[in-house]
């Protein structure tokens, strides 16, 4: 009990954390009536409920802010960086150049919290097998990564800059390639491989930056793209169940996102505006495919092991990353 280890004790501190906020919504809508007044309480029969359950986009957004202080204040202690919980959650923290350490240790720490973050956002997930479990978050973890990072590089640095989130807390840009490989243990090739660093920021982190920018999803948009990448399994080996699973929650999160459009900008233009979010998808996908032949390229170039974890989840090798966490 209290573990920080435990998968129970974090499921247990997130649901804490999201009971406690409803709660404070429950106070806050209550009607403000005596126990001796006649008027109808919000549990007499026949009477509608004020309080809504959330939707699934909303429990997202929801969720979502817990993971990143997850992922904030882990990649802040790795960097030794001691700042109270108020000053951190309004990002008053320097954002500092990504390096090949860091961000393996912050891939670590965002895997074992997109479990968490899956667990406490899908009631089904709990109930998979590991197996299943291991398949999912291996097929979403750099969808999630390229959604959740471009969504922030758009909010926090100019176009003119060059930069892109690499970390929750650090950036890559090609003016500081080589900063990249500083801290790997071989160095001989970081020249090489600066500049293959240079040349996919500019085919995968600026290609996907210029599209967002024509596109300009919505908040609710960017958390609608994180349920449909975290179910897009038709391509991957997944039994018939998880695919059934995976084509509902799809289905709720574009019907969702229809209704909205509906009372906006109508229906037609609601089916258009979907198909520019797949684009987005797409184009993530052909990132995602980029990134492990880069990856393999640092590993023959001895930059990369076989036990690098952030190398082992591109190459979706189980058995080296289920050594790593224990669910």
Request: with cysteine; net charge negative; aromatic share 10%.
């Amino acid at each position: 009990e209290g573990n920080s280890s435990c998968r129970q004790c974090r499921l247990d501190r997130w649901n804490d954390v999201i009971k406690k906020c409803y709660q404070g919504l429950e106070m806050a809508l209550a009607p403000s009536c005596s126990s001796s007044s006649n008027s109808p309480t919000l549990s007499s029969p026949g009477i509608p409920s004020l309080i809504c359950e959330p939707s699934l986009i909303d429990r997202v957004r929801l969720y979502y802010q817990r993971l990143s202080a997850v992922r904030r204040n882990h990649e802040l202690a790795l960097r030794g960086v001691i700042m109270d919980p108020y000053t951190a959650s309004r990002d008053e923290y320097e954002i500092v150049p990504c390096t090949y350490q860091v961000m393996n240790q912050s891939v670590r720490i965002m895997v074992s919290s997109l479990f968490d973050f899956a667990a406490a956002l899908l009631p089904e997930f709990i109930e998979l097998p590991l197996s299943d479990k291991w398949l999912l978050i291996r097929n979403f973890q750099s969808s999630f990564h390229c959604i959740e990072s471009h969504m922030r590089t758009q909010r926090y640095f100019t176009m003119e800059s060059g930069r892109c989130f690499s970390t929750y807390t650090t950036y890559l840009s090609t003016d500081n390639s080589a900063v990249y490989f500083s801290d790997c243990t071989n160095k001989t090739h970081i020249g090489e491989a600066a500049r293959m660093l240079e040349q996919c920021i500019r085919e995968n982190c600026h290609r996907i930056r210029d599209h967002l920018n024509r596109v300009r999803p919505s908040d609710d948009e960017f958390m609608a793209l994180m349920v449909i990448a975290f179910w897009s399994i038709d391509s991957i080996n997944a039994h018939e169940s998880l695919l059934d699973l995976a084509s509902r929650y799809r289905t709720k999160t574009l019907s969702r996102l229809m209704t909205g459009y509906k009372e906006t900008i109508g229906a037609v233009e609601g089916a258009v505006r979907i198909g520019e979010l797949y684009g987005i998808l797409d184009i993530i996908k052909r990132a995602e495919a980029n990134m492990k032949w880069e990856f393999e390229v640092y590993r023959v170039l001895d930059l990369f092991e076989d036990d690098t974890y952030m190398y082992a989840m591109q190459s979706h090798k189980p058995d080296t990353i289920c050594r790593s966490l224990i669910y």
